[in-house]
């Protein structure tokens, strides 16, 4: 395995992320622990979870991940073997049934971290993030932003980054991060920060794969400037970049039993998928372990969150960091990257 740091802290954490949303719904209590058993075997230490999992959210289902994690925590009581990150949700219709008041002022924090904490089994997190933004803008396959005249929203950064400073006092999360987050909305949180003596936003946690790189766009030159990290999800894309699906929808599969996670299914999508194959092929390299390693390689990237349904999955996802992609095999990449760029925002 290889490591890094949180950006701006001592927190040493392992290059692969162990995603969890699907532990509760696709996967087993026993399966979700026999993956974190595998994986700290293999070097991983860093564990990704939210409230609203597992998916797709539902209120029979919400909180199951963590009560998973909590489960094994209590079991083997390694708390300290791992860095243990959550969110919280922001407002939508589809995690309505959390709570009434959806978002992140003072008592929707307070409440989503200490119901979080109770299921996790552990009295701290070493990351709490935003799920998504309060306000408008474009994330869950929304390409570019399109203003909303009537939107409500009101700025309240500041308050955001008030309110969680208050847990961090608290002892209860350790650092901060974003998830599907714009370079605006990282930009703003870092001013406030910086003005206000407040908490940093250390990460930002978006989709990012060979489908999907829309975040170098603008997101990565103020990770870079401003020393954050990118924690890369869906880097297969659901399953796509493993080649899967090419000939049809498999079966079984998040892509099969959730119709509504499309946006790597698209015509322009799948013609990039075919393509990337083929750059697979000509260098003899797994499909998979080429997408996964080139999320990997990328310098902007603190820890890469890969998720699976089947062990054998797991084991390849995870090997994944052991495989250094060449000039060559990245030239290929880029070829089909400027002919197909970005059809999976």
């Excluded at 990282?186 to 946690?205: A, G, W």
């Excluded at 390849?316 to 400027?338: F, Q, R, T, W």
């Amino acid at each position: 395995m290889k490591y890094t740091t949180l950006p701006n802290t001592d927190i040493k954490v392992s290059k692969i992320c162990l995603g969890t949303m699907t532990w509760g719904e696709q996967n087993t209590e026993a399966e979700g622990h026999e993956q974190i058993d595998y994986a700290l075997d293999q070097g991983v230490n860093f564990l990704d979870t939210a409230e609203m999992y597992s998916v797709p959210a539902k209120p029979e289902t919400q909180g199951s991940t963590e009560k998973i994690i909590g489960s094994w925590l209590k079991k083997t009581g390694r708390r300290e073997d791992i860095v243990l990150a959550s969110k919280v949700a922001g407002p939508a219709d589809m995690v309505s049934h959390i709570r009434e008041n959806m978002g992140f002022s003072k008592e929707a924090l307070n409440d989503a971290l200490n119901k979080s904490l109770k299921r996790l089994n552990t009295d701290y997190l070493d990351l709490y993030q935003l799920h998504w933004p309060e306000r408008n803008t474009n994330f869950f396959g929304k390409r570019g932003y399109k203003h909303e005249e009537d939107e409500k929203w009101q700025d309240n950064f500041k308050e955001v980054l008030e309110n969680l400073q208050e847990l961090v006092k608290a002892g209860k999360i350790r650092h901060i991060g974003l998830s599907n987050e714009t370079a605006y909305g990282l930009s703003r949180f870092l001013e406030e920060s910086r003005l206000h003596d407040l908490p940093k936003m250390i990460t930002v946690q978006n989709p990012y794969s060979l489908l999907n790189r829309k975040d170098e766009i603008g997101l990565t030159e103020v990770l870079h400037r401003q020393n954050a990290g990118l924690l890369p999800y869906s880097p297969l894309g659901m399953g796509t970049l493993s080649g899967k699906h090419l000939n049809g929808i498999v079966e079984n599969t998040r892509l099969s039993l959730f119709p509504q996670y499309k946006r790597y299914s698209g015509e322009v999508a799948v013609a990039a998928t075919k393509a990337y194959k083929e750059v697979a092929v000509k260098h003899e390299l797994s499909m998979t372990q080429m997408a996964l390693a080139f999320v990997n390689q990328q310098p902007f990237v603190t820890s890469n969150i890969i998720g699976a349904i089947k062990m054998e999955q797991l084991k390849e996802n995870i090997g994944s960091i052991d495989l250094e992609l060449s000039a060559e095999v990245l030239e290929d990449i880029e070829k089909v990257h400027e002919k197909y760029p970005n059809p999976a925002p």
